[in-house]
């Protein structure tokens, strides 16, 4: 057997008692460590510890196993083995450098080497230091655990501070301890304070422990306003609790009005906030070639936590010129993050909403906090996604300045085709005079048709510019632009030069039809004459030969409703110049004179400007004690209007307890300034000159001396 | 000198009447006559009756020195080591060595010599300056210590409206300067410009004396600290007409705003042939005008007005207010007309839009405005991002005789005033400024047309006030006394004044609000403590010491002063007792007695 393997094999047993050995003392260390770390800092410290520990204990204990070597073998062999006589260091030397004697010696004691099994060499496990370190860690783990936790078993009380004097047989507060147990949905902990005056999150449930000295009869909590809370008699403590709706001022009455009255508490109550959205996405984002999905981001915060779904609303704008259709749904999203302050981030594929070129896809995200019990909701802002039309492609930089014009016409001209249309199915029940004269109103009605039309290709026209048909919603007085001026004179015959537009006409531009390609111009121009031939035959009463162009004009019309969409100049109404001549010129009967009367608002602050002026030391000032209730009164009624009305009501209260009290007396003065109203207008009066300088100033204008 | 020359003569009379009394009773003697005793005894006399004379009328000391050192407070504590002329310390230097006096004057009268007198330390105070006058004094100032070097506090405020406080600081470049609110919110702050002034604004509530205070801050910590007295009082509501050549929002509004500040408004809009809408119409002449105290018109009533300017304008040289405002851009003939009136006009026809000044922070605009109205949330009482659309007309006013009253945001003039006899007429340039009240702006609309109205609105009798920065321990005039009149302390007790001609003095003990009241008034005034303000004490003490000063050089011509009367009483005494002596002694008889 080699050196090497003798080695291995006579380590091997001790090696692992000392490794094993070191873990099991480092364990009970690492267990204490654990539970203050959990107790402390949570479970997560408590399991970064256990896993920091381990290593380290893992480290030392291999460094404490490697510390047998060879040396402690042959030394432990020499020393516990005499049979071996004090050879064993020759076991591991190398062979070809032993003298003879060494080798034969090295032949004898490696056959004796085997009389005794390894794990005789093992060291012998740390007895004392385990049974100390468990039990010190048994201690601590108790300790840990039992150590009590703020808010929770019985409150320490603290000694009171009301700094009211002591009086024989008069109950006073001697302890107090006021807990607050904010709402589960907070996540906040429960917490005692030593002081009776507090903050504490809305909702949250106070209870008061106190102890008077002499024991109380029946103490009871007096609320500045509302109704007294009685204490509860608990052992040598009183006890009473109630839940925080809103911020409110109190004093702790030992004695029911015997002795002096104690100080007041002031108890605010923390409004939980609603949630707050930011959206991280612009407002307004193009779509780019080859998207297939959108993905808004929004960030959320609040103070107590946002739920961790929320709702994103999504409408769908899905269409071109009118016939765009609206779509609307809310999905659930989920968000991620802490609580605090999630992020929504939600994968948006466009096949699921069937959102294609041409439409707009707004979305909104609707998220609650996680009050309870009735979470806050928040709505957050709008992000739209735009798919700019490929038909289109201008628009992306005018926004609002596309109109489309010729829907309404496209109707008129459809409805009649079906008013021709359906005049050809009466025929046979209408006498011939009749069906002339209906077949000639479809006429007119074709008539003012093309004069739209050819007025907006900047030609004649030969009627009034009004629809005759439903549609006549389509364009109307105030939708945007203007109309033009008084009804036009009958043109001077069709195909008229086109300033004749610029003379009588209604420009929405310089031209409109010059905003039309020449294409366009001429599909126009062409249902014009389509229109003009129908109407010629719907005049004669030939509604039937009059269907064909018609039709035609109407297919042309549609083809450049299909191909164009027209941009209009943004520009204000040009309103005619007043005539001054006409002012005045009408009928006056009944104009008279007219009083307006104006009643004054009164101003609501005297009460609170009177106290002020008396508690100072001006002229009105009051050095005895100041009737303060028309001024309580007066805070009550309005205290929406004031900053901290509940501080004011507190400073009132000082004063009137004690009102020699300077220091009270400048506090109230204090707030009041911040519960007066400011008076508008009055201005200073200036001073006039005595005689002389009146003198100087009428004799420098030149006026009589 | 009557009376010395009196004393005289009664003295050389009684000298010659003892000379006549001591022959005849030395004739008398006989045997007992002593002739050595007698010519004794007539010496004397006269010597006796010089040494009284001198006594009661000692003669001027010359000899000494004429020039007296004296340590004013803040003078260095070792300067009496060196030598030279006599040093007197006055009260408030902790100067060693010196001899104390407790003020100047006593000083003078113990060196009665003295011609020129030099000053150590910051100077001299009221109580001392009348005793320096006819000195010359010597006076190196030493430089001011840092702080508040001068602090002009507001005269009397009308109720709810913004005063500034203004002042001076020494040194501190770097410095700012806060204005707390009597409920301890900071409500304006600025740092002082390269001449140490700063000005800063407050806001007034309900009449009554309110106590600001000013805050000087270098870096963190607080520097110094000085109430400024405020003082908020009623004055008589105006009687304002307002006129407008057709109905609209700005005269509706100007309307609503002086209906609420309680002025008894009439308002006459031109509804256009002959209507008049408002109040019953009034006539324009000057009874009627007498009745109001301020008229605003606006340029379509100017120009509808016609012949019935000039009793308009007479008016106003008889003390009536006249605001005018444009309604739009001005025509050419109601532009000359004003041009006239002394309002010029340079700049193009037309409107501009107007810049408005930027408002405060949020949280000094919370403590600039009150309470919010009961009929309107208090977020919209506060400025917010949107802007009203106001123009003013692109002219900028200006004129030889009128003054700016208001500046937008381009520190152009907004507003100007003039005098017209005893009145005064404003031309406001803004046009729509009720956009102002609709976004949140009302306070800035209040404050521009109460600073019109008040600049030009019909005199009225104020109230008296104490002006300018009393100490506590120093003496203070009170003037406009009657006999009644008494000062009413902070502690509620109360001084009776003696007044000489109107006037009296009064020295308050206590810092804080003190009343002069009378039997129908009452007006306060604050005593600032006795250690406030020390740089402003000690600035004002050096330059009334440093005008002294000039007047000083001229050759005093005072008044002999009398020297010491003790020596020649002490001598009138001993002659006196050796003239008694010698008459009841029997030091010349004896002779006779001894050869019997």
Known sequence: MSGDAILSRWVAPARQRRFIDTLTLALPVLIAAAAIGGRLAGPWAAAMLVAFGLAAAVLIARRRAARFDRNWLTSSLDRTRPDLEDSSALLFAEAPSLSPLQSLQRARIAERLDRETPDKLAPGWSRNAMLVLALAAIAIVAAAWLWPRAGEGPPTLAPSQEGTPARPGVPRLSAQNLRIIPPAYTGLPARDSASLDARAPQGARLEWTLRFDPQADAPHLAMLSGKPLALRRDGANWIASRTLDASFLYRVDPATGRGPTPPLHRVDAVADAPPQVKAITPGLTLVKAGQRSWTPVFTVTDDYGVAATARLRITLAIGEGENVTFSEREIAISGSGPARDRRFAPPLDFSRFGFSAGGDMVVQLIVRDNRSPSPQEVRGPSLILRWPSAKAPESGGLEGMVNTTLPAYFRSQRQIIIDAEALIKQKSRLSADRYLSRSATIGGDQRILRGRYSQFLGGEEEGEPELPTADADGHHDGDGHDHGGPPQQPGVGFGAPEDVLAKFGHPHDDSPASSLDPETRAILKQAVDEMWQSERELRQGHPDKALPFAYKALRFIKEVQQATRIFLARVGPELPPIDPTRRMTGKREGLANRTLDLTPVERQDGPAAAAWRALGSGPDAIRGPVNLAPLEQWARTHADRLPDALALTGAIDAVRRDPACAACRASLRAQLWTAMERPLGQPARRRGGDAAGARYLRAIEGGRQ | ?596
């Not at chain 2, 001027?60 to 030279?84: E, I, K």
Request: glycine content about 10%.
């Open chain 2, 1 to 596: 000198m009557t009376i010395r020359l009196i004393v005289a003569a009664i003295l050389g009379l009684a000298v010659l009447i003892a000379a006549l009394r001591l022959l005849l009773w030395h004739r008398a003697a006989g045997e007992y006559a002593s002739l050595t005793r007698l010519i004794l005894l007539l010496l004397l006399q006269p010597v006796c009756a010089l040494l009284l004379f001198l006594g009661l009328f000692p003669p001027t000391v010359s000899g000494g020195s004429d020039m007296l050192r004296v340590a004013s407070a803040g003078a260095p504590r070792l300067a009496a080591t060196q030598g030279g002329a006599p040093l007197v310390a006055l009260p408030g230097s902790d100067m060693v060595g010196a001899e104390a006096v407790p003020d100047l004057a006593t000083a003078l009268r113990r060196h009665p010599a003295t011609r020129t007198i030099e000053l150590l330390g910051q100077g001299l105070g009221p109580r001392d300056l009348p005793a320096a006058a006819g000195l010359a004094v010597r006076f190196t100032p030493p430089p001011l210590r840092n702080g508040i070097r001068y602090l002009a506090t507001p005269s009397p405020v009308s109720p709810g409206a913004a005063f500034p406080v203004g002042g001076t600081l020494e040194g501190l470049a770097e410095a700012k300067v806060e204005l707390i609110d009597p409920a301890g919110r900071v409500t304006d702050s600025a740092k002082p410009d390269a001449q140490g002034h700063f000005t800063l604004s407050g806001t007034a509530r309900a009449a009554g004396a309110a106590e600001f205070r000013l805050r000087l801050r270098n870096g963190d910590p607080t520097m110094e600290q000085a109430v400024v007295p405020v003082i908020v009082q009623d004055s008589a509501r105006p009687r304002l007409l307002i006129m407008a050549g057709a109905p609209g929002p700005e005269v509706k509004y100007l309307r609503r705003w002086a209906t609420d500040a309680g002025f008894a408004v009439t308002t006459q809009m031109s509804a256009g042939g002959g209507v008049q809408l408002g109040d019953p119409p009034v006539s324009i002449d000057g009874a009627t005008l007498r009745r109001f105290d301020a008229v605003l018109l606006d340029d379509r009533s100017w120009a509808a007005l016609g012949s019935r300017r000039s009793a308009l304008l007479a008016a106003v040289r008889e003390g009536l207010g006249l605001i005018l405002r444009p309604s739009g851009p001005l025509d050419a003939a109601t532009r000359a007309q004003w041009q006239a009136l002394g309002f010029v006009l340079t700049g193009q026809a037309g409107l501009a839009p107007l810049a408005l000044p930027k408002p405060p922070a949020a949280a000094i605009a919370r403590t600039r405005a009150g309470i919010a109205d009961p009929d309107m949330p208090g977020d919209l009482t506060l400025p917010d991002t949107l802007l009203p659309e106001v123009s003013r007309l692109a002219a900028i006013p200006a004129g030889a005789d009128t003054v700016p009253l208001l500046r937008d945001a381009g520190d152009r003039p907004l507003a100007v005033w003039r005098a017209l006899g005893v009145g005064r007429m404003a031309l406001f340039t803004g046009v729509d400024s009720y956009a102002l009240t609709l976004t949140g702006h009302r306070l800035l609309h209040d404050q521009w047309w109460r600073a019109l109205l008040g600049a030009v609105v019909r005199p009225a009798a104020a109230p008296p006030a104490i002006e300018g920065v009393h100490w506590a321990g120093e003496r203070m005039t009170l003037c406009r006394l009657t006999d009644d009149s008494r000062v009413e302390r902070p502690d509620g007790g109360a001084a009776r004044l003696i007044p000489i001609s109107g006037c009296a003095a009064f020295w308050p003990a206590s810092a804080g609000w003190h009343v002069l009241r009378s039997k129908d008034d009452a007006t306060p005034f604050y005593v600032q403590p006795a250690t406030a303000l020390p740089v402003m004490r000690a600035a004002r003490d050096r330059d009334a010491t440093l005008m002294l000063r000039g007047d000083g050089s001229a050759d005093p011509k005072g008044e002999d002063r009398p020297g010491a009367a003790w020596p020649f009483l002490l001598g009138w005494l001993v002659a006196s007792a050796l003239l008694w002596w010698l008459e009841r002694s029997r030091l010349a008889r004896q002779p006779t007695r001894s050869t019997r």
